[in-house]
Structure formats: C-alpha cells, structure tokens
C-alpha cells in the first residue's frame, strides 16, 4: 500500500480526482466500500479505539466546529452530530447546546452515554436517520467519503432539510479525491458560508500545508439556497 509521499500515491488521487469530476467514477464503482455496524464495533473496541476518545486533531476538529457555530449562528441552540462516535463535541461546547448524537456503532454510543449522560445518543445508520425535530446546526464529520460521491451529496442534501431557519450545516473531511468532489459538488446545490483548512504539525514548526505528511482537513459551513 503506497505512503501518500510516494510518486504512486500521487498518481492513484490524480486518477480519483479526473474520476470524480465525470461519470467515470460510477462506471468504475468507485467508493462502493460498505461498512457495517459490526465492523465499527470491532474496530472502535479493538485497534481504533483512540477514535473514541481525544487525539489533537479531533479537539481541533471540534474547536473549529465550535467556532463556525458561535460566529456564523450565534443563537442556535441545537445541535444534531451525525456519526458522533463518543460526541465529543458535546463535551468540547461544555454542555451549552441541546445535543443530539447519533452514530452506527453500539460501542461508541455506549461511550457516549456513559461520558455525556446528560446528551442524547441514538444507535442509527446515517442514511435511515430521519429526525422528528428541526436543529440548528447539523455536524456530519469524517463520515461522508465512506459513501459513493451521489449518495454522500444525497445525504448532505437530505440532513439540511432539518436545519431550522437559518440553520447551517458543518462538514468536515479529510482531504482526498473524494472529498473535494464532494465538497465541490455541495458548494453547487448549497450556499457556502464559511471554512477553515487546518494540519497537525507533529514535526516542527511549518506554515506549509503537506497533504503526505499528516492529514489536511477542511471544516466548512453551508446554508441552503433561500
């Protein structure tokens, strides 16, 4: 399997990339991978377990989310965290929004509970989510790219049907292919309000944002067409 800083790497996301902007990836089949509730709970209780719990990116992820919801709504109140593994951001807001998680796997849900038992959490797959309420803010972070490009843009699309007036929608992804296809995809069927790239640098001290040393993110806010 090629590290993203060699020459092969590179060459596989020109491919996605070309891919994603015409039919071909659906020709091709192209992020078809289906993981089911099994296999996140295996994963989150054995080798990827720290998903669940804090590492620097995922506090900067929610300092970020946080941010583009104080600025850009300053006065929601609610907050729908789709696949919101243990809901993090919940504890990272200090409990100051009605929060709701929802996430696949039991074993996150059952860490979610037991940390935040003042939060509501729901066992659900994204894509049969459909909630009774309008929120304020709905968070969808690092789950999209698990979808074909149609099916990760249908679910953008369908979870801002529950945003309250005035509500925003945040995404958050690593950088691939596959995401800037979606998040292009997006920014022509919703209105892009505001974002932030951000990169963990382990290293050494560097304004340079290197996509084959660490992961880049970009958390982006978006509204729907009035």
């Known amino acids: 399997m090629p590290t993203r800083n060699q020459a092969s790497y590179k060459l596989k996301e020109a491919f996605r990339r070309f891919a994603y902007a015409s039919p071909v990836h659906n020709w091709l089949g192209l992020g078809r991978n289906k993981y089911d509730q099994a296999f996140w709970d295996e994963k989150l209780a054995g080798d990827w377990e720290f998903q669940i719990g804090s590492t620097p990116s995922g506090e900067a992820r929610d300092g970020i989310t946080l941010a583009l919801i ?7 109140k609610s907050i729908l965290d789709v696949a919101c593994a243990s809901g993090s951001l919940f504890r990272a807001s200090g409990g100051r929004y009605s929060y709701t998680g929802i996430d ?32 304020d803010v709905i968070v969808i972070s690092e ?28 995404i958050t992804m690593a950088k691939d292919a596959k995401a800037e296809a979606i998040f292009r995809r997006l920014a022509g069927k919703m209105r892009w309000v505001n974002g932030f790239v951000y990169q963990e640098k382990n290293e050494g001290p560097e304004f340079a944002v290197r996509s084959e040393k660490t992961r880049v993110y970009l958390s982006g806010a978006y509204a729907p067409r009035s």
């Open 70 to 76: 104080r600025t850009l709504a300053p006065n929601a």
């Open 104 to 135: 696949l796997s039991t074993v996150a849900i059952a860490r979610g509970k037991e940390l935040s038992p003042e939060a509501v959490f729901q066992v659900s797959a994204m894509e049969i989510f459909a909630p009774e309420d309008k929120y």
């Open 143 to 170: 789950v999209l790219y698990f979808q074909t490009l149609d099916e990760a843009v249908g679910l953008a699309q369908r979870y801002s049907s529950y945003l309250a007036p005035s509500g925003i929608l945040i």
